[in-house]
C-alpha cells in the first residue's frame, strides 16, 4: 500500500455527500471515482474532487485501480457491487444496514471472508465519546435489561418509506441502537416483535413502512430489552438509550451519559482519543491494521439480522424468531 489510499464511492447520496466531507480533510485519503445512476447527482460530486464519474459501478471496478470502495447506496441494493470489489481485493466500507436480506448478505460476507479484504459497516455510533464511556462503564457490569427508543418523522429519501427497499425505521435507523446494544450488551439470541401500519399516518401517500414499532431482545446473558421506534412523530426528535444495572441506572441520550443516583458510581472520563469513522478506515487501510475497525462486515450482519428477525416476528404475529433461524446454527 502507497502513502495514499485510492478511494471509490458507490452511491453519492446524503450519507456519500458526509463521508466526503470528512475524507477530503485527511491527507492520505485520495477520492478518485464516483458512481451513481443519477447522473447529474454523481457529477456535481466529482467535479470539485477531480474525481473520475461513473454511472455503472461494474465499469468504474474494472476501469479505475482503488484501493477502497465506499458502498452508500439504498438497504435493498447492496450485493452485487460488494461481490465484485471483493472479488479484486478492494477494501469495503459499507453503509448500514449492509443487507435487507439475509442470503444476499451471507454471500457477501462468504466473499469478503474469501478475499481477505477488510471492511467496516457505517455504525458511526461506535465512534462516539458518549456511547464509548458507556461501552468501558459497562464492561463491568452486568445489565438487567435496557430500553430504547426512537420517535421521529420520515427522511425525504423516496426508498426510505417503502417496506421492500428500506425495510422501515427499525432495520434503516434504529439499526444504530439495536447494534449499541450488542457492542455493550453482547449477543441477541430472539426477537419478537409487534409494528402498526397506516395508524398514524393513514393518508402518507407512498408509505408501506410501519408508522410505530416495538420489538423485545432476549440476550444470550438473560438480559432483556425493549424497543420502541416510530417515524410518525412529525419534525424534531425524541430518543434515548437506558440501562438498568445494579442499585443505578444509566443514559445516553445523544453524546451525554449520565447514572442516577449519580453517587452510584464513578462515570469514566471522555475517552482520550476521539476519531471519526472514516479516519479509522483510512488508517486501517493504509497501515494494515483491521484492528482499528470496531463494526466489520461480519458483525455488522448480525446487527441487521436481529431487526430483521424483528420484521419476520412482527409479519408472523409476534412469533419469538431466534437468530439462528436467519444466521444458521453455524454462524
Ligand atoms: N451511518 C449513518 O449514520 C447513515 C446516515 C444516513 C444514511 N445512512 C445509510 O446510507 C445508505 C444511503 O442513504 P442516503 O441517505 O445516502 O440515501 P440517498 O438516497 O441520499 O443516496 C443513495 C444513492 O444511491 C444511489 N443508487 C441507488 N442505486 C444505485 C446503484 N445500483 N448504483 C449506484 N448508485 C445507486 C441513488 O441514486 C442515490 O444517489 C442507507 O442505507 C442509509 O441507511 C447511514
Not at 442470503?103 to 458511526?124: C, F, H, N, P
Not at 417515524?231 to 443505578?248: E, R, S, T, V
Request: aromatic share 8%; glycine share 10%.
Amino acid at each position: 500500500m502507497g502513502r495514499t489510499v485510492r478511494i471509490g464511492f458507490v452511491g453519492t447520496g446524503g450519507i456519500a455527500g458526509a463521508h466526503i466531507g470528512r475524507l477530503v480533510d485527511i491527507p492520505e485519503a485520495q477520492i478518485v471515482a464516483l458512481c451513481d445512476i443519477d447522473e447529474a447527482r454523481v457529477r456535481a460530486k466529482a467535479e470539485p474532487l477531480g474525481a473520475a464519474v461513473y454511472t455503472d459501478s461494474k465499469k468504474m471496478l474494472d476501469e479505475v485501480k482503488l484501493d477502497a470502495l465506499y458502498v452508500c447506496v439504498p438497504p435493498h441494493v447492496h450485493g452485487d457491487v460488494e461481490l465484485r470489489a471483493a472479488a479484486k481485493g478492494i477494501h469495503l466500507f459499507v453503509e448500514k444496514p449492509v443487507n435487507l436480506y439475509m442470503d444476499k448478505a451471507l454471500e457477501a460476507w462468504k466473499a469478503i471472508r474469501k478475499a481477505g479484504v477488510m471492511t467496516q459497516v457505517g455504525y458511526s455510533m461506535r465512534y462516539l465519546p458518549g456511547a464509548m464511556r458507556l461501552k468501558s462503564f459497562l464492561a463491568d457490569k452486568p445489565v438487567g435489561t435496557a430500553h430504547i427508543f426512537r420517535w421521529s418523522g420520515m427522511p425525504g429519501t423516496p426508498w426510505w418509506r417503502v417496506y421492500d427497499q428500506s425495510g422501515g425505521q427499525l432495520v434503516e435507523q434504529t439499526t444504530h441502537q439495536v447494534d449499541l446494544l450488542r457492542w455493550v450488551m453482547g449477543e441477541i439470541d430472539a426477537v419478537a416483535a409487534s409494528y402498526s401500519f397506516k395508524r398514524l399516518l393513514p393518508g402518507e401517500p407512498n408509505m408501506t413502512i410501519p408508522d410505530a414499532q416495538a420489538a423485545l431482545l432476549l440476550f444470550r446473558s438473560g438480559a432483556s430489552a425493549t424497543v420502541s421506534t416510530g417515524c410518525a412523530a412529525g419534525k424534531g426528535y425524541l430518543g434515548g438509550m437506558h440501562f438498568l444495572i445494579p442499585n443505578a441506572r444509566v443514559s445516553l441520550d445523544g453524546d451525554n451519559l449520565s447514572v442516577q443516583p449519580e453517587d452510584a458510581y464513578p462515570v469514566p472520563p471522555a475517552p482520550r482519543e476521539v476519531v471519526s469513522i472514516d479516519a479509522a478506515f483510512v488508517r486501517a487501510v493504509l497501515n494494515d491494521q483491521p484492528g482499528l475497525l470496531r463494526s466489520d462486515f461480519r458483525d455488522a450482519l448480525v446487527s441487521a439480522a436481529v431487526t430483521l428477525a424483528a420484521n419476520r416476528s412482527a409479519e408472523e404475529g409476534g412469533r419469538l424468531v431466534k437468530l439462528a433461524e436467519l444466521l444458521g446454527e453455524d454462524f
